[in-house]
């Protein structure tokens, strides 16, 4: 079925290397994914995995140490022109996980919501930039009389609103949403899962959804890449992910999930992984390998021979 | 549970009660509670931020802001180990009344182990401080009883780790350690406030499995306070359900999860994802909580709640009984109110779960 997916994002072959003190650490080791239009796909793994790293290096906050990311075929790291970047800038927007430190709270919402239009002047003059944020706010469910506001005078599920309607407001074709929901109780929680999901009804957007709640994750993507030490170690369609978890890694963080069920809950073993233990890669490279239903999964190729054979049983 | 028909009450709350002060106006956020907590249980509070929980654990820690005080009530500790073996806590006014209860009786480990340590001391020369303070013994002694505590807690080669400092620590390991702080006094009570909200999936599972080991063990009284009903289905006995600073149910966790009474209850369990279907907008709980610096009249959920009745608007309902364990603040739950079955998705839980449930900890799944 991916054949007939356009490609909007693709990470080919990224490695992300912080130097600290003359010591080096690869925080991503040589990733290659592609994102199609339209869709959901969501990074998960525990922290350090380096999910929120390939999220910032796609809009370049962090720098790429190798490989190179293409956004509709065209190369949108290292050094770009003067217009290109601009356009990357508008066209691929960021929601962060705390919306109280990704505002600016000297600003009112009205500046905050605009300042992307000012940098990039979207706005033919004042009435049509009142226009277009009037609709950024009655997208995202909030009232003209906010506007004059500042953010500390929001509840944590009122600015994350905000965060969404600046970044609405650019008329991007793909958000990176980090965390956006992680801050948040779950009452508001749902409706701001229901905003994003509705903006992608409406406009065909494209998301990264970057989290660590797989429950939430579940319901909310159509792909799922696992991630560990900076490596991808599975990539498959959300249900086929939950019901043939292949990677032990992916094993682990699935079955630690809390199930809100106290008769299920009490009872479950959990599944550790041990690296040490589970794998030998002393005589073979281990690599990224299809094992069929669209399905990655990182292994030596004895151990892709059992995952295949575990799949199709 | 039945057990705690045999169990002793440790800690009893009646009608209590918490103002703050804010810039001159007064904001009630506990609106009369009363609750016992049993010797050697796990109870769960949970509700939405801005519910109380926080605010009623810390009424029994000793750790209100200064601007807040119990305007009413009374906190009753019984333990037989203290001169008096029935102290009313809301008696406590110096600093120094409370350090004989706090950390000694009753500790709380919070949600994030690095602000909860002292970043540029050791862990060993922080734990050493806690035990020479509370069992008044010498530093040889003092080093041997952490080191032995830091291996309960599962710290490896705890000698060699003794002299690191918090940032050498990951996140699970450092909670840890503040367990380990907060049990070298041999509390009664442990308040675990929302305890594994920043630590990743794999760690939560161990540091929930650790707390519940080392209570077996030790035999201490568990609060926990979590908005996550995962983990309220993985450790507690008992639950406890907050809304705008009132228990509005409280029951076995069974009771809570397969017979919930309450409409904010219903809602609560709604919102989870797992019940969500897929292309499909999630359940949210309209509107917000109500502002409690007002006086509030009649029930504090009634304008968010579809099954609200006229009565709702005017009395505030009183806590029926359900069963010897379960009680909820509900009109519904009134002989004259009608009958009003809880909604689809949540009924047959455990049946809904168990259809979605996948063990992989098993070969074949």
Sequence with gaps: MEENKKVLLSVENLDVVFKQNGNEFKAIDNVSFNVYEGETLALVGESGSGKTTIGRAIVRINPCTNGAIYYRGEKISGKLSHEKDREVVRKIQMIFQDPAASLNERATIEYIISEGLYNFHLYENEEDRMAKINRAIDDVGLLPEHLTRYPHEFSGGQRQRVGIARSIVMEPEFIIADEPISALDVSIRAQVLNLLKKFQRERGLTYLFIAHDLSVVRFISDRIIVLYKGRIMEVAETEELFHHPMHPYTRSLLSAIPIPDPLIEKKKKTFVYDPEKMHDYSKEEPALADIGHGHLVFGSPSEIEKYKAKRER | ?365
């Excluded at chain 2, 949600?111 to 509370?134: A, F, R, Y």
């Design chain 2, 1 to 365: 549970m039945s057990e705690n028909a045999k169990r002793d009450v440790l800690l009893s709350l009646k009608d209590v009660e918490v103002k703050f002060n804010v810039r001159g106006r007064y904001l009630t956020a506990i609106r009369g509670v009363s609750l016992d907590i049993y010797d050697g249980e796990s109870l769960a509070i949970v509700g939405e931020s801005g519910s109380g929980k926080s605010v009623l654990t810390k009424t029994f820690s000793g750790m209100l802001d200064s601007n807040g005080t119990i305007s009413a009530g009374s906190i009753t500790l019984y333990d037989k180990a203290l001169s008096d073996s029935e102290i009313d806590l809301t008696n406590l006014k110096k600093a120094s009344e409370w350090q004989k209860i706090r950390g000694r009786r009753i500790a709380t480990v919070f949600q994030d182990p690095m602000t909860s340590l002292n970043p540029i001391l050791t862990i060993g020369k922080q734990m050493c401080m806690v035990i020479e303070k509370h069992q008044r013994c010498s530093g040889e002694e003092a080093k041997a009883r952490a080191i032995d505590i830091m291996r309960k807690v599962g710290i490896d080669n705890p000698e060699k780790r003794f002299d690191d400092y918090p940032f050498m620590y990951s996140g699970g390991m450092r909670q840890r350690i503040v367990i380990a702080i907060a049990l070298s006094c041999r509390p009664k009570i442990l308040i675990c406030d929302e305890p594994t909200t920043a630590l990743d999936v794999t760690i939560q599972t161990q540091i929930l499995d650790l707390i519940k080991e080392l209570q077996r063990e030790l035999d201490f009284t568990v609060v926990y306070i979590t908005h996550d009903l995962g983990v309220v289905a993985n450790v507690a006995e008992r639950v406890a359900v907050l809304y705008a600073g009132q228990i509005v149910e409280i029951g076995t966790v069974e009771e809570i999860f397969f017979d919930p009474r309450h409409p904010y209850t219903w809602a609560l369990l709604s919102s989870l994802p797992q019940l969500s279907v897929k292309g499909e907008d999630m359940y949210s709980i309209a509107g917000t909580p109500p502002s409690l610096y007002n006086k509030i009249t009649g029930d504090a959920f009634a304008p968010r709640n579809k099954y609200a009745m006229a009565i709702d608007t005017v009395a505030e309902p009183p806590m029926f009984k359900v069963s010897e364990t379960h009680y909820a603040k509900t009109w519904l739950l009134d002989p004259r109110a009608p009958k009003v079955e809880p909604p689809e998705n949540i009924r047959n839980l455990h049946e809904k779960m168990l259809a979605g449930y996948v063990d992989y900890s098993e070969e074949d799944y």
